[in-house]
């Protein structure tokens, strides 16, 4: 892709976020429930189209609508959006991105749980707002390995990322993310692991939407794994389960 091409995108992309940002002040923020997710899932489906991300969900339970909390290995970016197309989910988030531009107003005005992790306050608000958000209905979702990776393996969880989660004793459901992208040197279109997603390390989101559009198209695939009820268990014990099974298949 040229970069002329590149930048135009770029362009597009800007603009679709303030659109976005528009949106989450406007029609989103008087709409229902209902009307709020649907929101999401397109707007979100839009925004990784146009970066040239499209998903393939595989195994989701039918019941999409139920309460319930998405835990997930953390490749890239991109994984927030993947998640969105097909649950409109509160992320829990660190506190830095808040201060993001655009992006960082965008993901408060819909409903991203912020968290200072050097506060242990936090983990008192956060029981409340998981718990309320829960109640209400919503969908909340955690990545436990606290950064990203390059998708090949899953680092380690951690255990009090989960405490709210654990604490309302709901169902977590284990979600595996994976990029994938088309062998070039396959004539039948077979696909292979890709790293072109990965947002790690010291690495800009430009650099990241480069190395996108240059193996587009990219493939996020989200794999249901399984559904822990955590009623009875320990936040250490979920973390663990969780952990394992997606590893599992991440390195198969």
Not at 47 to 74: C, Y
Not at 80 to 106: D, M, S, V, Y
Request: some cysteine; overall charge positive; proline content about 3%.
């Amino acid at each position: 892709m040229s970069r002329i091409a590149f930048g135009w995108r770029v362009g597009r992309l800007l603009g679709l976020l303030l659109v976005g940002l528009w949106i989450s002040v406007t029609s989103f923020a008087r709409a229902d429930s209902v009307r709020r997710h649907a929101i999401v899932r397109r707007w979100s489906r839009k925004i990784l189209h146009l970066a040239g991300v499209e998903v393939r969900a595989i195994g989701f339970p039918a019941d999409a609508e139920r309460p319930v909390t998405l835990v997930a290995n953390h490749v890239s970016w991109a994984d927030i959006f993947a998640l969105n197309t097909q649950r409109a989910c509160h992320f829990i988030a660190k506190a830095e991105l808040r201060r993001w531009p655009i992006a960082g107003r965008l993901l408060a005005n819909v409903g991203t749980i912020f968290i200072n992790r050097s506060d242990r306050k936090e983990t008192h608000r956060l029981k409340r707002v998981v718990h309320e958000l829960l109640e209400a209905g919503e969908t909340v979702a955690v990545f436990p390995e606290g950064t990203t990776s390059a998708g090949r393996d899953v680092l380690k969880f951690h255990a009090s990322l989960l405490e709210p989660i654990v604490a309302s004793e709901g169902e977590v459901w284990v979600v595996a993310i994976r990029y994938f992208c088309r062998d070039p040197r396959s004539s039948t279109g077979a696909e292979v692991h890709t790293d072109a997603a990965a947002y790690i390390g010291s690495m800009s989101l430009m650099e990241s939407l480069h190395a996108i559009h240059h193996a587009e198209p990219v493939i996020a695939e989200l794999r249901f794994v399984e559904a822990i009820n955590c009623a009875g268990k320990t936040r250490r014990e979920v973390a663990q389960q969780a952990e394992a099974a997606i590893r599992a298949l991440v390195q198969s």
